[in-house]
């Protein structure tokens, strides 16, 4: 899908030559790493380095460097759209009102959650403790366990929680847009 972006960044590119990218892995305090890497004050090694990527996304650069490299050879700005994971994590451990207000990367609460998205979230939930459960003696003939119902799950605390976190990863990434957009409309 990294391939794709890259070409659907490239078709956009063509209709529109002033865009700016934003990146949900990026951290708003890494922006001037964004900037220089933009401006090619920076090698590839020290990009990552300024932007702490093995801290802020940890996947292997190589399947982001095309966009980065189109970016830069496009002379495009480069927008970082969100706020440290550590933030998101804290908030999915303690919630939202945990953590106080300095802290949170100047993300303001976001509105509540509707059902659909918590339900869709539910689902993620599901699968994702499904995965990390398993089955711990080894044993491949045991049959897993059930599935929990979407609505009991929506009702635990942790998940609460994890809702309240993406949320925040959502949140973050919108302020950053709409800020952007009253700077340049």
């Known amino acids: 899908h990294h391939r794709w972006q890259l070409q659907m960044l490239a ?23 964004l900037d220089a890497w933009a401006a090619g004050k ?20 190589d399947l982001y460097l095309p966009l980065f490299h189109f970016v830069r050879q496009n002379r495009l700005a480069m927008l970082g ?5 550590s933030v998101i ?3 999915g451990r303690e919630g939202w009102d945990a953590v106080p207000a300095d802290q949170r990367g100047g993300v303001s609460k976001p509105a509540a959650a509707s059902d659909a998205y918590r339900r869709d979230l539910a689902d993620i939930w599901i699968k994702s403790h499904r995965k990390r459960g ?22 635990n605390d942790d998940f609460k929680r ?4 993406q949320q925040t ?16 409309p």
């Open 134 to 155: 398993g089955d711990k003696s080894g044993k491949s003939e045991q049959a897993p366990d059930p599935a929990p119902d979407p609505a009991s799950v929506m009702e």
């Open 169 to 184: 990863w959502d949140r973050a990434m919108a302020e950053a847009l709409v800020t952007l957009s009253k700077k340049r």
């Open 11 to 33: 078709s956009l590119h063509a209709h529109n030559p002033e865009l700016i990218v934003g990146f949900e892995m990026f951290p708003r305090r890494v922006q001037p790493a």
């Open 81 to 85: 759209l969100n706020v440290d994971r």
């Open 42 to 61: 920076l090698d590839v090694k020290e990009f990552l380095k300024q932007s702490d990527w093995a801290k802020v996304w940890g996947f292997h650069p």
């Open 89 to 91: 994590s804290k908030i």
């Open 162 to 165: 994890f809702v309240g976190a």
